[in-house]
């Protein structure tokens, strides 16, 4: 469903991703983890072309993401994004957050758009929250609003990039526990995280990565108990510690 | 000077009228409102095409802003002045001329204050916007313009100020606003000039002072909206 096909990315004289190429199949879930800095957050935006990239292709449901004459408004509502600082819209309530996109790019109407917002927000948990604004909310309540409105297009893809990473450690619960949700549900999910318990219960795959390449593929089984690379071995007694 | 100010209050208020122009203080303040009204549209391109990730926008709007914040209003003024009335091909009043040299003027300014406030906002906001699938524009008009229009209301305060010091340059045109009230009155007494102009010092101070006050009132309301943790949902405006 999504493929890498040599990718690169430069900035300026950095080369942050060098030669990925990898798939994610239809309804599986891919815990990319890694050191920081090893390019995780800057492979995972490129999904959605919110990085560019200088070479090599990546193609989402077979529509090349990164060709320039590529419409890419209708394409990014159908790929989920979730970020670490959730960037809720402040000025607006829960309710307007989570029927933006909808409201703006499907055209329904205000009954619709209430039915959508409270039917994603149970799923979250927050329907109690629907007309509270964002700044009202702790960081795992917004968080999960966040998922809401990454939802509300009804996405066949859903990126996570560090989702619980701003997280205080009492809410991690909350905010995992709504993607094991979608993960059961048959969602295809590229998630990066430190995570390493969210890894081993819903990852089909995990993604190491180091110094911008994926130096490691593997089942999340494998891949804690056994790590091929040195530097995977090395990252995990560094995450245990 | 409190008798000169009891004699030529109304003078001084409103100019000639009823029986000329409007003038004045009223005049004063009608030239900075509106050519501050003006330019908000005119500054708000500008300002999209300083922050436009496309250069045919970009370049335009920075070499009007850059070209304008390089020269005096004064000359401005001139150039309203004297070519206004060839460009459209008939006399213009004075007051016209004055309210388009503001609101160029201006409008270069005020577009630097929303670059600024459009700038200042996380960029999270901005691809948030992009990665729900909302376009550019959309992503400005719903997302980034209504905070950072919110958060530019102090700014704009202090440009209406300095506005309302930039209209007494009207006078060189015989536009009959303030200072040209003084001035008059000044050539009625003819001995009293240093009561006369203490008086207009302290009338424009007075009224920018009261103005000041308006925009602390206003950062002081914005900072409480912010820190809160529980907003009425009525105090909250929704675009």
């Keep these: ?241 | 000077m409190w008798e000169i100010l009891q004699d030529n209050a109304l003078l001084l208020l409103v100019g000639q009228y009823p029986n000329g122009p409007m003038g004045g203080l009223v005049a004063t303040l009608g030239l900075a409102a509106l050519s501050l009204i003006l330019a908000i549209p005119c500054s708000l391109l500008l300002a999209l095409g300083r922050v436009s990730p496309y250069k045919v926008f970009y370049y335009p709007a920075s070499l009007v802003v850059y070209v304008v914040r390089g020269l005096p209003l004064l000359m401005f003024i001139f150039w309203a002045y004297f070519f206004v009335p060839l460009i459209i091909g008939r006399p213009v009043a004075g007051v016209t001329t004055m309210v388009v040299a503001l609101v160029v003027y201006e409008s270069a300014y005020l577009a630097e204050i929303i670059r600024a406030g459009i700038e200042a906002l996380p960029r999270g906001q901005y691809e948030a916007g992009r990665a729900l699938g909302l376009s550019y524009g959309a992503t400005m008009r719903k997302v980034i313009l209504p905070q950072a229009l919110v958060n530019m209301v102090p700014s704009m305060l202090s440009q209406f100020i300095s506005t309302v010091k930039e209209t007494s340059l009207a006078y060189v045109i015989g536009v009959q606003e303030l200072t040209y009230a003084a001035n008059q009155i000044n050539s009625v007494l003819l001995v009293k000039p240093l009561e006369v102009f203490t008086l207009l010092a302290l009338t424009y101070f007075v009224l920018n002072m009261i103005l000041s006050a308006g925009v602390v009132a206003v950062e002081r309301s914005i900072t409480r909206r912010r820190s809160a943790r529980r907003v009425p949902a009525t105090e909250v405006v929704i675009p």
Aim: aromatic share 6%.
């Design chain 1, 1 to 241: 469903m999504i493929v890498f096909q040599n990718v690169q990315k430069h900035y300026g004289d950095y080369h942050a991703l060098v030669d990925v190429s990898a798939q994610v199949r239809k309804g599986e879930v891919v815990v990319v983890c890694g050191p920081s800095g090893s390019g995780k957050s800057t492979l995972i935006r490129t999904i959605n072309r919110l990085e560019p990239i200088q070479g090599g292709t990546i193609s989402v449901d077979g529509h090349d993401i990164h060709d320039p004459s590529r419409k890419l408004d209708a394409l990014r509502s159908q790929i989920g994004f979730v970020f670490q600082q959730f960037n809720l819209f402040p000025h607006l309530s829960v309710y307007e957050n989570v029927v933006m996109a909808p409201l703006h790019l499907k055209r329904i109407n205000r009954a619709e758009a209430r039915d959508v917002a409270s039917e994603l927000l149970r799923k979250v948990d927050m329907g109690h929250k629907i007309d509270d604004y964002p700044g009202q909310l702790s960081g795992g309540q917004q968080q999960r609003v966040a998922i809401a409105r990454a939802l509300a297009m009804r996405p066949p893809i859903m990126l996570f990039d560090e989702p619980t990473s701003a997280l205080d450690p009492e809410m991690v619960g909350e905010v995992l526990q709504v993607m094991k949700t979608l993960a059961r549900e048959g969602m295809t999910m590229v998630c990066v995280t430190h995570e390493m318990n969210f890894a081993r219960d819903v990852a089909d795959t995990v993604w190491f990565m180091d110094a911008g390449k994926i130096v490691e593929v593997g089942a999340p089984d494998d891949f804690f108990e056994n790590p091929q690379t040195d530097r995977a071995r090395k990252f995990l007694a560094d995450i245990r510690r």
